[in-house]
């Protein structure tokens, strides 16, 4: 999203330009990025290693209880 430039192909391999983004734009995603993009992201890896964490101590606790 933030990339200084953008690789496309209009019809096959042979035909690909590159495309360097002007500067508003790259400002723009980058303000779109930290504000919108970054805290859903920091949410997400936070939820999802809470909740690994959790079912790991889950199953060991279920292993260690069945002995």
């Known amino acids: ?5 953008v690789e ?7 035909d690909g330009q590159i495309w360097i ?3 508003p ?3 723009k ?16 890896i ?3 290693s809470i909740i690994s964490i959790l ?3 889950g199953m060991l606790l279920f292993q260690y209880y069945n002995f």
């Open 8 to 14: 496309y192909e209009e019809s096959g391999w042979y």
């Open 25 to 27: 734009l790259k400002e």
């Open 29 to 44: 995603e980058s303000l779109i990025a930290s504000i919108e993009v970054k805290p859903i992201l920091k949410n997400l």
């Open 21 to 23: 983004k002007p500067l």
């Open 46 to 48: 936070q939820s999802l």
């Open 1 to 5: 999203m933030t990339s200084e430039r």
């Open 55 to 57: 079912v790991l101590s």
